[in-house]
């Protein structure tokens, strides 16, 4: 009699097993393969190097994700990025330091490969993937260089209250643009910050966003950045320059979509963060973040104004290691590591996207102003110019044409030479 309860289980246990298994199979066989190409010229002219720097540069992004089993995905990518012709420029792995740098290496590397979960309002991604929180100042993976920039973490997102989500990331390595290549000096100083293919990392993100609101989105946000140099990285000034990328930042910010009339918009964002050492850093300061902008938008066109503070007291100067970069403080990428006495950056931006232009897909064109200076005694610093028209032909290809122009000022106060960069690109997405 005790057998017939065991071989109703085994016999249930057959029934389902096979069934599981093919609804594996199927999802594994049933993902979504994808495809990103990128094809771009860059041109850059930098008075604080002797030749001007052109590169061609193909990159060939292809990943796969599975369809969901159970409320799992599997997602998988890898960059394989090649030079096309001479390589007249620096990538910092080279050694042409006679070029500007353009920091798009040879090199074939994992992007992302991660495992998700989702079910119970709650979504939990763990691998090497990409991160986002808020406005991305702090934490971004940007994707303007070729590789970009991707984190092995453990993400968590709850969204189980209405209007109210929250995140908690933990990071245990950031993966740098240069992927796995090694710096042209490893042993240099620079290699641990600036040039480091990788940051070891024990680093806590925590985030809230409320929307329940209606045109009003409420953030909050803490990082703890505990970060390390690369393993080549082991003389006392790399270690050094490394520990003082560990901090503790903590932020709101407040973003509010007015509607005027049927057609015309106001935005207006502030944000504001504080920031001391965390970790093993062994300096002492507490540093001011605050932007705040306006903007207004009418039947395709968008003009904004807005004034963004990086505070520096002259021996530190507020870091945002893993944040956005490029898309910050000009485009010509002089203002990536914040100066000693701080930067102000005053910015107008107008814009204009246009919807089916020539029958295509559309048409954007974005022209930004910059005028720059330190937040400590307030000295000029330069001023820039970017401007970019993109073309979407379709669903799957855009073409790009980009440029940058920087003019120097208060080099004393973390200004620099004149600069100039130029870009075309094309992109194939499927």
Avoid at 125 to 135: D, E, K, P, T, Y
Wanted: proline share 5%; glycine share 10%.
């Amino acid at each position: 009699m005790m057998l017939r309860p065991a071989a109703a289980l085994c016999a249930l246990l057959a029934a389902i097993l096979p069934a599981q298994a093919q609804s594996l199979a199927g999802a594994l066989l049933d993902g979504t393969p994808n495809a990103d190409l990128r094809l771009r010229y860059e041109s850059v002219t930098d008075k604080a190097r002797a030749l001007p720097a052109d590169a061609i540069t193909f990159r060939v992004r292809l990943g796969y994700e599975t369809a969901p089993w159970h409320g799992l995905t599997l997602a998988a990518a890898a960059d394989i990025l090649v030079p096309v012709g001479d390589t007249a420029y620096n990538t910092t792995r080279n050694g042409k330091t006679v070029y500007p740098t353009i920091g798009d290496p040879q090199l074939v590397a994992l992007k992302h490969l991660n495992l998700a979960w989702s079910g119970f309002d709650t979504r939990i991604v763990a691998g090497r993937q990409r991160l986002a929180l808020g406005s991305q100042r702090f934490l971004a993976s940007p994707d303007w260089r070729m590789h970009g920039q991707s984190f092995d973490a453990v993400q968590l997102v709850n969204s189980a209250l209405d209007g109210l989500e929250l995140t908690y990331i933990w990071i245990g390595r950031v993966n740098r643009l240069y992927g796995d290549t090694l710096p042209f000096d490893p042993a240099a100083a620079a290699a641990a910050t600036n040039q480091a293919g990788y940051y070891k990392s024990d680093s806590h993100v925590l985030g809230a966003a409320y929307t329940g609101i209606a045109g009003l989105k409420l953030e909050a946000y803490a990082l703890l950045l505990d970060l390390d140099p690369p393993g080549y990285a082991t003389r006392p000034a790399q270690l050094a320059a490394a520990a003082r990328l560990s901090t503790a930042t903590y932020g709101a910010r407040a973003e509010y979509d007015l509607p005027l009339s049927d057609d015309l918009r106001a935005r207006f964002i502030a944000d504001y963060a504080r920031q001391q050492p965390y970790a093993a850093n062994p300096l002492s300061f507490g540093l001011d973040y605050w932007l705040g902008e306006a903007g207004l938008s009418w039947r395709g066109f968008g003009l904004g104004l807005g004034y963004e503070v990086l505070s520096g007291n002259g021996t530190v100067a507020l870091s945002t290691p893993i944040g956005m970069l490029h898309a910050n403080n000009g485009w010509a990428d002089l203002f990536t590591t914040t100066p000693l006495n701080g930067l102000a950056d005053l910015y107008a931006r107008g814009s204009y996207a246009w919807p089916g232009f020539l029958g295509l897909r559309g048409l954007t064109a974005t022209v930004t102003y910059h005028d720059f200076k330190t937040g400590r005694l307030g000295r000029g610093i330069g001023s820039e110019w970017d401007a970019q028209t993109e073309l979407q032909l379709d669903a799957h290809v855009t073409l790009l044409a980009k440029y940058a122009n920087y003019a120097g000022s208060g080099a004393a106060f973390g200004g620099f030479p004149d600069k100039s960069v130029f870009w075309l690109q094309t992109v194939f997405r499927y």
